[in-house]
């Protein structure tokens, strides 16, 4: 098996990394009647797995799953996940000759092993899906001709995906038909309805492609969403401790501060996010962004194009190839850092004090999307893609910190994920170590401690205006603009 | 002053079922009361029970010794017993037709000149040689409230005494009220407490047979009483109508829900072994049993918020249940209300579009409400009082308000089946009481079932008759 994307010729990867629009409500009037009557058989039960199974079978349709024989004859959580809600469960042998489509939704490393079994055994004509294209992109995995490939790709949590359902509305989705597996050109009417299957189609659902999914997928996990977030918790932290903020503090600050950032940069883009600070810290935050931009440009180019090349694809699969050896020593030092460890302190933080305190956190957040949508875009993503990998998800992220730190954060998120983060952040914490020397408690910590909050007129001017026409606020105010009039916000 | 008569930690039972419940109220010579309470809540029990009806359980009873000059439904029924039987029975020699309506208003051992001056008053004069049967209602009533005004007798009872009297005639028969009330001991009852009497001096207020409140009618805790009552009184309101086009049950005829055979079990510990069950349209049911008896997850098989309606032979309206229906198609028939809904709506949103998604049967409001949707949440809006707090968040109304407008949320589509669990919890008395008028007046709706989780025996409502008792036996 050889890099997919490696394999196409430059028009044809420039045409399908730059695919990303936005669908039409009245493009899903039919809803799931594509689907009704066939035998969806979803492959593995984790948080996906379970969670879209849960809102197709609500949605009328006729779900059951398969595992493999171990994870039932054990009694494995995926095993007890589907059994207790009511699906039946069988080994591959049983479920898969008789599935109309199949829904692998097995983590990225498993994929090869899975498609590899489960194909033979599929009945020509039947579909097969996924909710990330990292098997067909980077391992380039060829399927069987007759197959139908599609990707419906909840831009969520599993978890959110069911919750959202059950408030009768759903989270934006993405999807994308293999242009190597359309045979009867029935791929989209199958993505469409498994996509209203999800509720997806209420919120918002993207037409793109395996490989725009993938590579921007990529990026934004490794350098903004997890990668920034996590060495941006250490480096904060540490700072405070080091000028003297009780530990205590400076982890609730952190751990709750990018939630509570986070949650305005969710509503109004960066604009909003900066807009709450006080016209003196945001003429900080700027400037500490721009620093931030110039350091770590080059870090975030090299992601990408190592993304595109394929080099961080291959490099991760050598680490599987290696029992995961390196994953597994980056996770325990993770556990063993100082911010990890610290117990928070009982002392009330308010909403504001949260911005007030952590205008480096704020500046951070900025220069992570900012500079993951700028790279992207640069290297053919198109906008939307961009935007969906890089601000829209950080909320989602901030939240897992939230509730447990960066283990959670590491937990929730893939293995690959977790892969590309470690890999930037040994490379962003020794970039960043200069920057944050001259630092002190006036940005992350204490706050600027001000009694004039007066700025200058034209500086103010340039900076609200240099935030307001960066293209991911424009591609973002759209995008959400569409999400609201879907969901008319009270 | 004398007590006149009363009851004193009393429990008296009435052949109905009903029971008054530690009755701790004396009422003294000269004094005039007013009594007051929601449909239901004893207030005729009461008046009956100072007349020595039912059965004291436990306390006691200081019986009246006085003679009552009583005007009340009771007596007009058993006056107009009394006249059918006199008629059937046999030729009363004196009077063939049915006594006239003189004859009547002597019974009460009337002051003359005073019974001459309300028969004037009253425009009764060109009835005195009347039938007294042949009168209609609203001169029935003025004939008896004459009567128990005109009478010596020391104690005055009047139970409702505007009840039928037209508009033009109120007025005087409030005055006349007023002039007789004098020196006698007087217990009014009346729905009206917009329009207190002046000359009244005390409040008792009754809830489900027992007297919360008893005291001064001047006193501030009196008016909160009184204008809860008032803004509970809906009997006379109408509901809004239905969206025109809504979705019609399959079969108007069938049951809304066939359980057969139901099995539920969480891990080792069996909720259902083998539950039979059928609710039929206009059947409202009440279901009762402590916590972990199993009842939310009998609502959740119903709503579908179970994965073991699935599993199970559930026919939900006319949908058998995984036969490729969707919770949506379920949903549209069905209005919820719980606590946990409650809790759960935190979305902010304004008190108007709380009550639209309840169209939708969606948390917060994400599709475009029609006009006919809009105006149909203004009507339930106003039946309940709210309508001024229309665009107000949701979030910073009361809390009891917050359970109203979510009852009303889940009545705007007048859905085939209402499912309130247990609808007042964590309310206070007094919203406690608005929730349970609320509900009382919607089973007399024809086209909604209602499905009532209380573990609360306290919190029986008089429409629904049948019952479920979990946990199940056997």
Redesign the interface.
């Known amino acids: 098996m050889a890099n997919y994307f490696n394999s196409l010729p430059l028009r044809e990867q420039l045409a399908q990394l730059g695919t990303c629009d936005f669908m039409a409500a009245s493009e899903f009037e039919d809803g ?1 009647s594509y689907l ?2 066939k035998k969806l058989v979803i492959v593995g039960c984790g948080s996906q797995g379970l969670n879209q199974g ?1 809102n197709l ?6 779900v059951s799953y398969t595992l493999r024989e171990s994870a039932i004859s054990e009694a494995r959580p995926s095993f007890v996940n589907a059994t ?4 039946k469960v069988g080994p591959y042998a049983e479920m898969i000759p008789e599935a109309d489509l199949v829904l692998n939704l097995t983590p990225d490393k498993q994929h090869s092993a899975v498609v590899k079994e489960i194909e033979p055994m599929m009945k020509k004509n039947a579909c097969l899906a996924y909710s990330h294209g990292f098997n067909i992109v980077e391992e380039g995995q060829k399927i069987r001709e007759d197959l139908t490939v599609i990707m419906v790709a909840p831009k969520c949590p599993g978890t959110e995906v069911r919750e959202e359902y ?4 759903g989270v934006p989705t993405l999807i994308a038909v293999h242009a190597d597996n359309d045979p009867n050109g029935e791929g989209l009417a199958i993505a469409k309805a498994y996509a209203a299957g999800t509720g997806g189609d ?1 919120a918002g659902v993207l037409m793109s492609s395996f490989v725009a999914e993938v590579k921007s997928d990529l990026m934004g996990e490794q350098t903004i969403l997890c990668g920034m977030l996590q060495t941006g918790s250490l480096l904060c932290f540490d700072k405070m401790v080091d000028q003297g903020v009780e530990p205590g503090y400076a982890a609730k600050l952190v751990q709750y501060g990018w939630e509570t950032i986070t949650e305005a940069l969710k509503h109004g883009g960066i604009t909003n996010m900066m807009d709450r600070l006080s016209n003196p810290a945001k003429l900080k935050a700027a400037g500490l962004s721009d620093s931030m931009k110039t350091i770590l440009r080059p870090l975030y180019e090299k992601h990408m194009d190592d993304i595109m090349t394929g080099r961080f694809s291959g490099g991760m699969m050598d680490d599987w190839h290696d029992d995961d050896v390196k994953l597994l020593g980056w996770r325990h030092e993770t556990s063993e850092t100082a911010f990890e460890r610290e117990s928070i302190s009982d002392e009330e933080i308010s909403e504001q004090t949260y911005f007030d305190q952590g205008i480096l956190m704020v500046a951070m957040v900025k220069a992570g999307v900012e500079l993951a949508f700028e790279t992207m875009t640069a290297a053919g993503i198109k906008a939307e893609s961009a935007y969906y990998e890089s601000l829209h998800e950080v909320p989602l992220i901030a939240n897992t910190i939230a509730r447990k730190k960066l283990f959670e954060m590491n937990s929730t998120i893939s293995d690959t994920a977790e892969y590309g983060c470690y890999l930037y952040n040994h490379a962003c914490l020794p970039l960043l170590q200069p920057f944050m020397e001259p630092l002190s408690t006036d940005v992350i910590g204490r706050g600027l401690g001000l009694n004039d909050l007066g700025v200058d007129n034209q500086e103010l001017i340039r900076v609200n205006q240099e935030i307001r026409s960066h293209p991911v606020e424009d591609i973002g105010q759209m995008l959400r603009g569409y999400m609201t009039a ?5 | 002053m004398a007590e006149l008569f009363g009851f004193d930690a009393a429990d008296i039972e009435f052949s109905s079922g009903f029971c008054l419940q530690q009755l701790d109220w004396q009422v003294a010579e000269g004094d005039k009361w007013l009594v007051a309470g929601l449909n239901g809540s004893g207030k005729s029990a009461l008046l009956a029970a100072i007349g020595g009806a039912g059965r004291l359980q436990s306390g006691r009873v200081n019986a009246p010794k006085e003679p009552i000059a009583e005007l009340s439904v009771a007596v007009q029924r058993a006056l107009a017993a009394r006249e059918r039987e006199r008629l059937e029975g046999g030729v009363d020699p004196d009077f063939e037709d049915g006594t006239p309506v003189t004859v009547i208003l002597q019974e009460l051992n009337p002051d003359s000149d005073l019974l001459e001056e309300l028969i004037d008053r009253l425009d009764l004069r060109r009835h005195l040689a009347q039938p007294f049967l042949n009168l209609s209602t609203g001169e029935t009533q003025k004939a008896l409230l004459a009567r128990a005004l005109a009478s010596r007798h020391p104690i005055l009872i009047l139970d409702e005494p505007l009840k039928g009297i037209d508009a033009d005639s109120v007025t005087v028969a409030l005055d006349c009220i007023e002039r007789c009330a004098g020196l006698r001991t007087v217990i009014l009852v009346t729905h009206r407490v917009n329009a207190v009497p002046r000359w009244v001096e005390h409040l008792a207020y009754l809830e489900s047979g027992s007297i919360r409140y008893q005291g001064a009618i001047a006193a501030p805790q009196a008016a909160d009483w009184l204008e809860q009552m008032s803004a509970l009184t809906m009997t006379h309101r109408v509901l809004p109508p239905r969206v025109i086009d809504q979705t019609p049950l399959k079969d108007p005829l069938s049951p809304l829900v066939l359980m057969k055979d139901v099995q539920v079990s969480f891990g080792d510990q069996s909720i259902f072994d083998g539950l039979n069950w059928e609710i039929n349209p206009g059947e409202h049911w009440q279901i009762t049993g402590p916590n972990g008896s199993g009842k939310t997850t009998l609502l959740n098989l119903i709503t ?2 179970s ?2 309606c ?2 199970n032979d559930l026919n939900i309206f006319g949908f058998q249940r995984g036969t ?4 949506w ?1 379920i949903k549209q028939h069905i209005g919820y209300v719980s606590s946990g809904l409650h809790l759960a709506y935190r ?4 008190v108007e ?2 009550l639209l ?1 309840g169209f ?9 409400a029609s006009q006919e949707q809009e105006s149909i949440v203004r009507q339930w809006l106003k039946l309940i009082g709210l309508e001024k707090n229309a665009q107000q ?2 979030n910073q109304q009361s809390y009891g308000n917050q359970r109203l407008l979510l009852i009303a949320r889940a009545m705007v589509k007048q859905p085939a089946l209402l499912i309130l669990d247990e609808p007042c919890l964590g309310l206070d008395p007094l919203n406690r009481a608005l929730v349970i008028a609320l509900i009382d007046q919607l089973t007399h709706n024809k086209t909604t079932t209602i499905l009532y989780v209380s573990h609360d025996l306290a919190d029986r409502i008089d429409g629904i008759a049948k019952r479920l008792s979990l946990p199940l036996q056997g």
């Open positions: 799931v009704r009557g849960l079978r609500d949605s009328g349709l006729d207790s809600n009511g699906f059950k408030r009768g509305f209420r879907m969901k008319a916000i009270g | 579908g918020d994965p073991h699935y599993t490729g229906e969707s919770i198609d979305v902010s949103a304004s579009r709380v998604s939708f049967d969606s948390i917060g409001l994400y599709q475009t968040p949701f």
